[in-house]
């Protein structure tokens, strides 16, 4: 029902910025919604985590702790994808960040925890970010 793929990871020196991008694609349209959207990251034999997620409907924004005042999440309504600026990029940050989110036939569902990998049914296939110190 939704296909994601992310784009805009890449190496940065430390103290660099990256802006990671996600399309979305629901099938059939106007059928299905996207309630809310998140990027997540997996470091090497470390755990997914969540790092930054948008309700759709109204812009409600969830930061973890270790990006905030150095991420920002945002998403287009217009085309539908999703964003996240990182600014001050830090080697600890090197990770592959991936794309979810939560897709059903309601438009505006009860929110859970938003950066609970447990909360998103749609993921993308990740993209690579690596800083070098």
């Known amino acids: 029902r939704a296909e994601l793929t992310e784009s805009g990871g890449g190496s940065v020196q430390a103290g660099g910025s990256l802006r990671l991008s996600c399309s979305a694609s629901?099938?059939?349209?106007?059928?299905?919604?996207?309630?809310?959207m998140a990027w997540f990251r997996q470091a090497p034999g470390k755990e997914r985590e969540g790092v930054a997620a948008i309700v759709r409907y109204n812009g409600r924004q969830y930061y973890d702790d270790s990006v905030k005042g150095r991420f920002i999440i945002s998403r287009d309504n217009a085309d539908g994808k999703l964003y996240l600026e990182m600014n001050n990029l830090q080697p600890e940050d090197t990770a592959v960040y991936y794309c979810?989110?939560?897709?059903?036939?309601?438009?505006?569902?009860?929110?859970?925890?938003?950066?609970?990998?447990?909360?998103?049914?749609?993921w993308g296939q990740g993209t690579q970010v690596t800083v070098s110190s």
């Open positions: 629901l099938r059939p349209a106007n059928t299905f919604y996207i309630g809310y």
């Open positions: 979810a989110a939560f897709v059903s036939r309601l438009a505006n569902p009860v929110q859970p925890s938003m950066l609970t990998s447990s909360s998103y049914n749609y």
